[in-house]
Every structure is written in C-alpha cells, then in structure tokens.
C-alpha cells in the first residue's frame, strides 16, 4: 500500500514557474523504490491527462508533447519524494495535478494503482 500526498501548487501568472512535490509513504519504506512515479492532470470538463512518468531508478523519463522544455519531473528516493518542476506556464496548463505510483509505468490513467488527492494549479494570462 502507498500513500500519495501533492504539494506546492497556488496560483500564478503565464510564464511563472511553480514546483509541486509528491510524498510517498508505505510499508515497507523501500517499497517507493519500486514505483514508476506518474503525474497527469485534469481541467475542468476535461478527462484526466498523463503529463509524464519517472522510472522507479530515475534514469528514464517521459513527457507529452505539450510540456517537453517547460516541465521536468524527478525524484529523490531516499526522501520517497517526486517532483514536477513547471517553468513558462500557460494558461492551458491550469488543472487539478495528479501523482500516481505503480510497477509498470502507462499513459493510461486506470493503469496506476495509487493516486494523491490532487492539486490545484491556476494559471493566469
């Protein structure tokens, strides 16, 4: 079982940047090692949308076309910690922002077993 917990997410205007972190607890604590680490997001009236994924090491990640070169997502293991760093934001970017954990990373939402409860990011023009 993991416990996900979003943070840092507020309000700001186009071409701000905003970082939010993901904490994860469980049993055993070494379980976090184990999880592909996913972040989506939803807007209002609009279905829940992969953003991008880390591998359970780090060494590989991936994104949507949208927020390739304003996004990046990483993770700190020994702090069972994975972040989506936001630079240049826009408008369209404004959501509900999701982490998930699972052994096998996918775009699809309903493959990730475990999700946070969501933050909101507002994005202002």
């Known amino acids: 079982q993991v416990q996900l917990v979003e943070s840092g997410g507020g309000s700001v205007q186009a071409g701000d940047s905003l970082s939010l972190s993901c904490e994860a607890s469980?049993?055993?604590?070494?379980?976090?090692?184990?999880?592909?680490m996913a972040w989506f997001r939803q807007a209002p009236g609009k279905e829940r949308e992969y953003v991008g994924a880390?591998?359970?090491?780090?060494?590989?990640?991936n994104y949507i076309d949208s927020v390739k070169g304003r996004f990046t997502i990483s993770r700190d293991n020994a702090k069972n910690t994975v972040y989506l760093q936001m630079n240049s934001l826009k408008p369209e970017d404004t959501a509900v922002y999701y982490c998930?954990?699972?052994?096998?990373?996918?775009?699809?939402?309903?493959?990730?077993?475990?999700w946070g409860q969501g933050i909101q990011v507002s994005v202002s023009s």
């Open positions: 469980g049993r055993p604590p070494s379980t976090f090692t184990l999880y592909a």
């Open positions: 880390v591998s359970p090491s780090g060494g590989k990640v």
């Open positions: 998930a954990a699972d052994r096998d990373s996918s775009s699809r939402a309903r493959q990730w077993s475990y």
